[in-house]
């Protein structure tokens, strides 16, 4: 760590891949910055590690795909990060009446798609209705993704930047629940649930909410980019984390302060300060602004506002990190596992599994059949992993499990998480000729190399309140009040002191959009003052 200054134009709270966008912004403006980093390293929920002992695998551990990145980010601050595609899009098999029935989706392959659906359904009615619900999302995307990384337009106004086919997509994804438009073009169940799993990604939610919690999820989900398309980092997450570090430090104006914890932030109309110690040692520095990558309910802590926890949604994501010595043999006759590990691997997501998953989350006992989701990163790019485990064979697997809220995990965190996991491999097990259990590596001291996490270890080790990996509600990606309009989404009660993570409006997943508009934010106010 450098010796600190007692003055910076600005100081971040947290050194995810948020702050280091703002950094990167701010820093390249001219103006001095010190980033505060809680733990050892930086990065975040984006950071890469070596998680098992002895094992040259370099695993994305928390996030592990990028959509919502935009390029616009990627070529103003000149980040040399190359983003892959995936040959798979989905793989999504069942098992009805005792045999199994499978759809496998091709990023650039419309005539196999089509061929796939009607193989599993018996005629083209659910391709096109699949294809319509594609369509109406690109629609919303065009207006939606440009306006992310500016200041916030009324609901009305986003509305009306589209035509007619737009407006009635509108319709359908913004102000209806999501399950009524996904039942009106879709009969199959299990092509319902591969649609609806969008909506699910790290929250509590149904088909028919009427809060539209399960709306604004998908939303997310599938407008990044234009086309909704998720893509594999090359060298896994933490090539980003390291490209932003570069580009910051490359500026010769930003200080990056690890192992830093925050006691105390006082915003004032002019110069801020923040009291935190590093090692045991208290520090106090002044900052004209200060930006907060922590959660709401961190920057309530440090500013001595009330608390109210009961306010928080909590997380209902579960992540498992693999590394095996092969690829499991799938029970498919259709598709090798090289296909199917290779995109989206759904397991248990049809569309009425999800829904009796979901209600007994929500009376808190742990889904019996829990939906997930799994892919292979070193299919698409194998060089996370050392030349000799390549030679071997090795590959990694990551599973995102659904409807594991925080409350299931907070009475006995270890006990819960491991049946959580036990079911969770049995569910992949059934698509399998072997137990996955006996494909995975053994680390240096003859552990299986196998590695969960649930919100409450989210909690824990990245400090996401309650689990919530979005730090909160999601919000609309447009004005929700007149107060609103014109405002970048993060500002807050103070003049000088701007949200810049995830708690920001149009915050959530790995995106740098909430970074860049506290920076964008930060260069308005040093300008005009407004």
Request: hydrophobic residues 35%.
């Amino acid at each position: 760590m450098s010796t600190l200054s007692s003055k910076y134009d600005v100081a971040i709270i947290g050194a995810g891949h948020n702050g280091l966008v703002s950094a990167c912004y701010l820093s390249k403006a001219g103006l001095s910055v010190l980033v505060l980093e809680r733990n050892a390293k930086l990065g975040g929920a984006t950071r890469s590690s070596r998680v098992f002992a002895g094992m040259e695998a370099r695993l994305s551990v928390y996030s592990y795909l990028v959509s919502l990145l935009p390029q616009k980010i990627v070529d103003e601050l000149g980040l040399e990060i190359e983003l892959l595609p995936r040959r798979t899009a989905s793989y999504t098999p069942t098992i009805e009446d005792g045999s199994q029935r499978e759809l496998l989706l091709a990023n650039d392959g419309m005539e196999a798609n089509l061929e796939a659906f009607a193989n599993l359904t018996g005629s083209e009615s659910d391709y096109r209705g699949y294809m319509e619900l594609q369509t109406m999302q690109e629609r919303l995307a065009s207006v939606l993704w440009p306006s992310m990384t500016e200041p916030l337009v009324s609901r009305d106004e986003m509305r009306e930047r589209l035509n007619d086919d737009g407006k009635r997509a509108w319709q359908s994804i913004v102000e209806e629940p999501l399950g009524q438009v996904i039942e009106s073009r879709i009969s199959s169940d299990l092509i319902r649930g591969l649609v609806f799993t969008d909506s699910k990604i790290g929250v509590s939610t149904y088909p028919h909410d009427p809060t539209l919690l399960q709306n604004r999820c998908f939303l997310y989900h599938v407008i990044g980019r234009g086309n909704g398309e998720w893509l594999v980092p090359k060298g896994g997450m933490g090539t980003l984390v390291d490209e932003l570090v570069r580009v910051a430090q490359g500026t010769g104006k930003v200080t990056f302060a690890t192992g830093a914890t925050i006691h105390s932030v006082h915003p004032e109309e002019k110069i801020s300060s923040l009291a935190f110690d590093i090692d045991g040692k208290e520090s106090q520095v002044d900052a004209g602004f200060i930006l907060c990558n922590a959660s709401r309910l961190e920057l309530d802590r440090m500013t001595g506002a009330t608390l109210n926890t009961a306010t928080i949604d909590e997380g209902a994501g579960f992540k498992i990190n693999m590394l095996l010595e092969k690829l499991p043999r799938l029970r498919s006759n259709r598709y090798s596992s090289s296909e199917a590990f290779a995109g989206t691997f759904h397991v248990n997501e049809g569309y009425e599994q999800m829904q009796t998953s979901y209600d007994m989350s929500l009376k808190g006992e742990m889904p019996s059949i829990p939906p997930g989701e799994i892919y292979c990163h070193t299919l698409t790019d194998p060089s996370i992993l050392s030349p000799e485990l390549n030679a071997r064979g090795f590959h990694t697997l990551t599973l995102f499990g659904l409807d594991m809220p925080y409350h299931l995990f907070l009475e006995d965190n270890e006990k819960a998480r491991g049946l959580a996991v036990q079911r969770y491999l049995s569910g992949i097990n059934q698509y399998l000729e072997e137990p996955i259990e006996e494909c995975l590596a053994s680390d240096a001291d003859g552990k299986p190399c196998i590695e969960a996490m649930s919100a409450v270890d989210l909690e824990e080790k990245i400090h996401l309140p309650k689990g919530n990996i979005f730090h909160g509600d999601l919000t609309w990606p447009f004005a929700e009040s007149e107060e609103e309009v014109g405002k970048w989404g993060v500002e807050t009660e103070h003049p000088n002191l701007f949200l810049c993570g995830s708690s920001a409006k149009r915050g959530g997943a790995v995106s740098g959009i909430p970074g860049h508009n506290a920076a964008k934010k930060v260069l308005q106010v040093s300008m005009d003052g407004s």
